[in-house]
T-cell receptor, first 114, second 109 residues
Framework: NAGVTQTPKFQVLKTGQSMTLQCAQD?????MYWYRQDPGMGLRLIYY???????DKGEVPNGYNVSRLNKREFSLRLESAAPSQTSVYFC?????????????FGSGTRLTVV | ELKVEQNPLFLSMQEGKNYTIYCNYS?????LYWYRQDPGKSLESLFV?????AVKQEGRLMASLDTKARLSTLHITAAVHDLSATYFC?????????FGQGTRLTINP
């Protein structure tokens, strides 16, 4: 099915470990986003990529890096995981006219840092 | 900086009753989205509201947008248990989608 695919779905890390969350979309969308969701705080934007080759910081970028590998793929890297990064991470994508087609979200990655 | 606030954050209601969720935002925007999220699941798009006075309805849910008041409402009519979920509004600002905190709706028989 067309959409946004995130891997892995679940992950447990020890403090200080690193990992990369993968996101790929097959809708030929230009823009891609990484959000984190914490209880009572909605979704907060970590980084976004308005188009291939560009990335920008969102509301909570500290402790993360991103790579827009190509038009399809947008990865999120935690270089040295901390317990405060325990969260659910969602990747999303949109085209040039999100007012028509909205934003499509992946199924999420549930990350626990111990 | 764009801020989006929803109220109430928690809502417990009985089947058959009507209620409204409110979404206020702090800066001018003409695009507002409503999403539904079931526990442990991703976000499902409900409505896209693009202009002042826009009203959209799907089943027992109706959403409206007042850009002058910077306010959107999600009205639930004759609630049924299947509508239990968390509902988010989100507003576009500077090419980014900013979310409210979410309203956790529980509908009891």
């Amino acid at each position: 099915n067309a959409g946004v695919t995130q891997t892995p779905k679940f992950q447990v890390l020890k403090t200080g470990q690193s990992m990369t969350l993968q996101c790929a979309q097959d809708m030929n969308h230009n823009s891609m986003y990484w959000y984190r969701q914490d209880p009572g705080m909605g979704l907060r934007l970590i980084y976004y990529s308005a188009s291939e080759g560009t990335t920008d910081k969102g509301e909570v970028p500290n402790g993360y890096n991103v790579s827009r590998l190509n038009k399809r793929e947008f990865s999120l890297r935690l270089e040295s995981a901390a317990p405060s990064q325990t969260s659910v991470y969602f990747c999303a994508s949109s085209d040039w006219q999100p007012e028509l087609y909205g934003y499509t979200f992946g199924s999420g990655t549930r990350l626990t840092v111990v | 900086e764009l801020k989006v606030e929803q109220n109430p954050l928690f809502l417990s209601m009985q089947e058959g009753k009507n209620y409204t969720i409110y979404c206020n935002y702090s800066t001018t925007s003409d695009r507002l989205y409503w999403y539904r999220q079931d526990p442990g699941k991703s976000l499902e798009s409900l409505f896209v509201l693009l202009s002042n006075g826009a009203v959209k309805q799907e089943g027992r849910l109706m959403a409206s947008l007042d850009t002058k008041a910077r306010l959107s409402t999600l009205h639930i009519t004759a609630a049924v248990h299947d509508l239990s979920a968390t509902y988010f509004c989100a507003v576009v600002g500077a090419q980014k989608l900013v979310f409210g905190q979410g309203t956790r709706l529980t509908i009891n028989p």
